[in-house]
């Protein structure tokens, strides 16, 4: 007998996994991000938290009416799975919330990779369904003693702060 049974993998699926995205949802970034942190106190190991708003009232132009926002993220997801690395873990936390928890490596610079998000959402559509996005940004890194609570708190506030002052990427330290 495997350890692993069909119906286990079938629990996981359903209770970590959107559906819609097959992107990790907000239960599992709970408790991956409580590992991490792990991490980061045990090894320094550094670690950003990206969170981003991809709202169709806030951060998409189409011209398709019909366009909702469940497909929306989907596209999104599909877009992001092929962009970032395979040691960046990402999430769909909500409606148009997208998640990215990544290992901060020596040269690397979080806020180009936001950038570089946004110039790969510029023109999603096709000939019939135009479809831009511009999200805006929060983020933030590891610190000592941070639980999973406070280190995504500090990457929402800065996604709200963001979204007030119309700024694509804020930075809470």
Known sequence: MQFFQQKDLEKIERDLIDQNT???????????????LLQHERYEE????????????????????????????????????????????????????FCILTRVFLGDDTVLFCE????????????????????????TFSKINDTPESFAQRSWDALNRALEKKELIVIET
């Open 22 to 36: 097959q992107l990790y949802n907000k239960t599992a970034l709970y408790f991956l991000m409580n590992h991490i």
């Open 46 to 97: 550094n670690y950003s938290f990206i969170v981003f708003d991809c709202l169709k009232d806030h951060s998409v132009r189409s011209n398709c009416k019909d366009i909702n926002q469940s497909l929306i993220d989907k596209v999104i997801a599909e877009k992001l799975k092929k962009i970032c690395r395979r040691s960046d873990i990402l999430f769909h936390c909500g409606e148009g919330i």
């Open 116 to 139: 570089k998000i946004t110039n790969k959402f510029e023109d999603l559509g096709d000939e019939k369904c135009s479809l831009e996005i511009k999200p805006k940004y929060g983020l």
